[in-house]
């Protein structure tokens, strides 16, 4: 377990002005608050800023009561998209603590992100030891409710006021975090997904990588299509030659083949897929408890010859937000077909519920992926 740093007046040797809120909640209020939060709805008291110039390089870093932004209408990241974000979880143990699910590991994603978007790289201390700011001052915020927990956005976007097409002179980094219940709230419960043939995520070169505010919005219209084919989420294929699966919406797959010793499938990191965070996660805990663990190619043609036969007994999503959702049906043009029986299967319960004990501490954390954040103020 590491133990964060107890920032004062500095996040990794950069100079923060504190000017925490005046006028907390009191407990009442935000219990009420994070009674039903949903998804991105209840953000906690403070908000962490940090300016960024190519002459000054970082500056300016400011802890402040959560509120909005004032934005030029010129400002370049409303029109041109250079923005990148992250997402991650804060847990509430049984015992009280309260702890970051690594953290350095999005810091790290961030940093490369942003160098693929031509946006400045954030240290990844300045980036660990903000969180441990914000959340040590929004402690109380972090939920013990099952199923909730504080998720932390972290942000940073072309800020500078000017339209010429070219990498932004002046950026903005911000840090957030909101109450967060889950976000498939059927838990559990397997969603039916939607093979798209005529979109595609991302292309060989392109930004598919990166976690970019533009993957998404390019994802909006497969999403639609799905839900009028009354299907939860989408799946997307390869960009190239439309035949091998890469993503679902905005998270990782992964097949699991039954026996003895079940074996995970999982598409390769190629370029044109996010490298999950909870992917990795997953991948560890797996081959912890004994599993097989491959990363290669999957085709939509043999997930479904293989789910015919038996050969593959479970398919499962992962990601920050949804943590593992399980596929049971497939739907595409002309073709339906259901994975196992149907149900969660053992495999993706097991990884689930391991997954969940390490990130709350009810078990060792082995790999030292919990930042332990202590309150402030």
Known sequence: ??????????????????????????????????????????????????RWTREGGWQEARLTPYGPLALDPATSALHYGQSVFEGFKVYRGADGSVAAFRPE???????????????????????????????????AWVPSAPG????????????EPELVVRPSEE?????????????FPRGLTPVTVWVADHFVRAAPGGTGAAKCAANY????AAQAEAAEQGCDQVVFLDAVERRWVEELGGMNLLFVYG????????????????????????????????MEVEEGRVSVEDWEADARSGALTEVFACGTAAVLTPVGRVRREGAEW?????????????????LLAVQTGAVPDEHGWRRVVAPLG
């Open 171 to 183: 950026c903005l980094f911000v840090l957030t975090a909101f109450v967060a219940a889950d976000y």
């Open 105 to 139: 590991a999005n810091a790290e994603r961030f940093r490369a992100s942003a160098r693929r978007l031509c946006l400045p790289e954030l240290p990844v201390e300045v980036f660990t030891e903000a969180v441990d700011l914000l959340v040590g001052h929004d402690h």
């Open 338 to 354: 259901v994975v196992g029986d149907g149900d969660t299967g053992p495999v993706t319960a097991a990884l689930r519920e391991r």
């Open 259 to 290: 026996g003895d010793v079940p074996r995970l499938v999982t598409p390769a990191l190629t370029g044109t897929l996010l490298p999950g965070i909870t992917r990795d996660s997953l991948l560890t805990l797996a081959r912890d408890l004994g």
């Open 1 to 50: 377990m590491s133990a964060a740093a107890a920032p004062a007046t500095t996040i990794g040797g950069l100079p923060v002005t504190v000017e925490p809120t005046t006028s907390p909640l009191t407990d009442a209020a935000r219990a009420e608050r994070m009674r039903d939060p949903g998804f991105g709805r209840v953000f906690s008291e403070h908000m962490l800023t940090i």
């Open 148 to 159: 909730q927990t504080l998720y932390v956005r972290p942000l940073l976007f072309a800020s």
């Open 217 to 220: 919005a390019a994802g909006l």
